[in-house]
């Protein structure tokens, strides 16, 4: 375990469902990120939360909704999804100080099946 | 975000050292150099990072050129546990305010022989 929990691990979905991801951090870090990675392709840096705030959506479209009800909590909520969407997501968390960066710690990941 | 280069694909046999190459030619002085890896069906893990000097850690050694333009992965004694996807990426630690995002390009994946 890395001290980033991600569930479910694997999730297969329908096109009209709704699903959520959960990702949750006890390291004390301030910061979580939501990343997809698709076969073959790099990592995608989807969103960025700071303090509970959002600070980055990298264009991603509106049926993948975040919340980050607490520093140590992420969710992505799920709705209508494409096949495209099946993925492997990742959930990662970072502290960021005056004294430095002290990198990046992430979940074992959710596998997406969209049916 | 400054970009990086790394070979696709390197091979090694274990219990042999590998260095995994990685060109930054537009780094900026305030780009840290951080190494990542992922393994098969795992989230991407911390490896080392850093600034002009070279850096130890347990897992491996970072070598930095004295023009930071390229910089040099070395893993002391490969085993078959190495194999996974190596990524080299600049991130500017020094920002303030938090959460520079780290961008991940393609990697190297290393494949060891036993």
């Known amino acids: 375990e890395t001290g980033v929990t991600q569930t479910p691990r694997h999730l297969v979905m329908g096109m009209t469902n709704k699903k959520s991801l959960k990702c949750e951090q006890h390291?004390?870090?301030?910061?979580m990120y939501w990343y997809k990675q698709s076969a073959k392709k790099p990592l995608e840096l989807m969103f960025v939360y700071n303090f509970k705030e959002q600070t980055e959506n990298n264009s991603v479209p509106s049926r993948f909704s975040p919340e980050c009800p607490n520093s140590s909590h992420l969710f992505l909520h799920l709705h209508t999804l494409q096949p495209e969407d099946s993925a492997l997501y990742l959930c990662?968390?970072?502290?960021?100080?005056?004294?430095?960066?002290?990198?990046?710690?992430f979940g074992s990941g959710t596998r997406l099946t969209v049916v | 975000d400054a970009k990086t280069t790394q070979p696709n694909s390197m091979e090694s046999n274990e219990e042999e050292p590998v260095h995994l190459p990685c060109n930054h030619s537009t780094i900026s002085g305030t780009d840290y150099i951080h190494w990542y890896r992922q393994l098969p069906s795992q989230g991407p893990e911390y490896v080392i990072h850093g600034l002009t000097s070279n850096v130890n850690n347990r897992m491996a050694s970072l070598a930095i050129a004295e023009d930071r333009k390229s910089s040099t992965l070395i893993l002391h004694r490969a085993t078959l546990r190495d194999a996974a996807v190596y990524y080299c990426?600049?991130?500017?630690?020094?920002?303030?305010?938090?959460?520079?995002?780290?961008?991940f390009g393609k990697g190297t994946k290393l494949t060891v022989n036993p």
């Open positions: 990426i600049l991130r500017d630690d020094t920002a303030q305010g938090g959460s520079e995002k780290l961008v």
């Open positions: 990662a968390s970072s502290r960021d100080s005056p004294t430095g960066f002290y990198g990046y710690t």
């Open positions: 390291l004390g870090h301030n910061a």
